[in-house]
């Protein structure tokens, strides 16, 4: 992956800052200074100037010696305001829950942050058991069929910005062929990042980013076998996201390939 820290224009101090507010997740009950050092991989004295500061400005709160740290009323405040401008979430999101009731999948949006996936919204089946994660959590790019769906619809310069490596080449190739072939993208079973998921993916053009981001299902392999991914659950979630795009008005994500 290309390092932008390289690059003379990059504010490093705010992007170290940006990275603390990045590594809070739904599900965590607080972080501490440990916590926060290991999840950025930044040393501890660095993290106790950015969460004071973080702390003055309200992106964090902080009760005291010893206390954990909590995203704040400005980070609440900015979350809300993003939240409001992407529309197409609430659009789908009927249509994301019973296709997760259906087909006893865990369906989520995924957007691509650097070279990995940020998970923004999960629909969760009643009453099945399948993989539980939480909105905020990130995977990789390379080995999930989120990331194979928006690699395979990047236009060229957002690609190459993103890696030249052949390895990365053959991947988006992979994927664009997928996408070609069937309409929905499932990331090739050597290269899988984990061996516990099985997911399938389709990308929609999002112009609130300029870029697509991934629809997801998702779930145990036992529970979600190749078979049934191609025969059944991504047909499924390529026709939930077509209706969407009809919906929207929005050409298909490779439509806007360049």
């Known amino acids: 992956m290309k390092d932008q820290v390289a690059d003379r224009k990059f504010a490093n101090t705010l992007a170290r800052g940006l990275g603390v507010l990045r590594v809070f997740r739904a599900s965590d009950n607080g972080l501490t200074h440990a916590e926060i050092a290991t999840r950025t991989g930044l040393p501890k004295p660095t993290i106790s100037r950015l969460t004071y500061t973080l702390c003055e400005l309200?992106?964090?709160?902080?009760?005291g010696r010893n206390e954990r740290f909590r995203l704040g009323p400005a980070s609440v405040a900015l979350g809300s305001v993003a939240a409001l401008s992407i529309s197409f979430v609430d659009l789908a999101s009927e249509a994301m829950q019973k296709l997760a009731d259906e087909t006893g999948t865990l369906a989520l949006i995924a957007v691509r942050d650097g070279d990995r996936m940020l998970l923004v919204k999960t629909w969760r089946p009643v009453g099945a058991a399948t993989i539980w994660l939480d909105p905020g959590q990130r995977i990789p790019l390379f080995g999930s069929s989120s990331g194979l769906a928006v690699l395979a619809t990047l236009d060229e310069d957002k690609f190459l910005a993103l890696s030249d490596s052949a390895e990365m080449m053959d991947?988006?190739?992979?994927?664009?062929?997928?996408?070609?072939?069937q309409g929905f993208a499932i990331a090739p079973e050597p290269l899988r990042y984990a061996s516990t998921v099985n997911a399938v993916s389709v990308p929609y053009f999002a112009t609130e980013f300029g870029e697509s981001v991934a629809f997801t299902c998702g779930a145990l392999p036992r529970d979600l076998p190749d078979a049934r991914m191609i025969q059944d659950v991504g047909p499924a979630l390529r026709d939930t996201v077509r209706a969407?795009?009809?919906r929207t008005g929005h050409a298909s994500a490779l439509a806007r390939r360049g």
Do not use: F, S, T
């Open 171 to 181: 991947l988006r190739r992979e994927g664009y062929g997928q996408l070609i072939g």
């Open 244 to 246: 969407l795009e009809q």
């Open 58 to 63: 309200g992106y964090l709160v902080h009760g």
